[in-house]
T-cell receptor
């Protein structure tokens, strides 16, 4: 299995809703990432988990809350989002050591109304 | 800090034309270099990579050579197809960095 699976593929939520994005990989990768990508822009790093511990938080607002329950799963909990948070949210994984390079999921297209 | 500068787009080519997308970088030490491709409506896919100077990464007819003397990693393909239409991102990862640095992306459109 050489994939990163993200669910859901599309999500529309109101500004008072609580929702979660999910990401799963079974490649034995011990580093997992959340990126946010706006249209026609490069992905922007949000969070990095290494061996299930949060190692990088790029000053992301607290309305985004990451969770890594085990080495295969990564969640992003969303609460009280703003319309400007609408974007493609990408999950990626990699081996922390050895040959670098990310495997990305297909993303969740989030629209905040 | 680390940075990646990509050739500005968009780039429009006819099928079977030669493709070059320029990428230069600034980094300390010996970073690894990557090209990722993003097709419409999808996530990024790793296209090719090189981890040390003079390495050539290649995949699906695309090539890029790690040139430390010019701090460059230009993407080339000898004959593009309509299916190559996508956004291409150059990226680097420093030796001790926990994250990658991406260029702004170059949109390629190939017309039949």
């Amino acid at each position: 299995d050489t994939e990163v699976t993200q669910t859901p593929k599309h999500l529309v939520m109101g500004m008072t809703n609580k929702k979660s994005l999910k990401c799963e990989q079974h490649m034995g990768h011990r580093a997992m990432y959340w990126y946010k990508q706006k249209a026609k822009k490069p992905p922007e790093l949000m969070f990095v988990y290494s061996y299930e511990k949060l190692s990088i938080n790029e000053s992301v607002p607290s309305r985004f809350s990451p969770e890594c329950p085990n080495s295969s799963l990564l969640n992003l909990h969303l609460h009280a989002l703003q319309p400007e948070d609408s974007a493609l949210y990408l999950c990626a994984s990699s081996r922390p050591t050895g040959l670098p390079g990310y495997t990305f999921g297909s993303g969740t297209r989030l629209t905040v109304v | 800090g680390d940075s990646v500068t990509q050739m500005e787009g968009p780039v429009t080519l006819s099928e079977e034309a030669f493709l070059t997308i320029n990428c230069t970088y600034t980094a300390t030490g010996y970073p690894s270099l990557f090209w990722y491709v993003q097709y419409p409506g999808e996530g990024l896919q790793l296209l090719l990579k090189a981890t040390k100077a003079d390495d050539k990464g290649s995949n699906k007819g695309f090539e890029a050579t790690y040139r430390k003397e010019t701090t460059s990693f230009h993407l080339e393909k000898g004959s593009v197809q309509v299916s190559d239409s996508a956004v291409y991102f150059c990226a680097l990862k420093g030796t001790n960095a926990g994250k990658s640095t991406f260029g702004d992306g170059t949109t390629l459109t190939v017309k039949p």
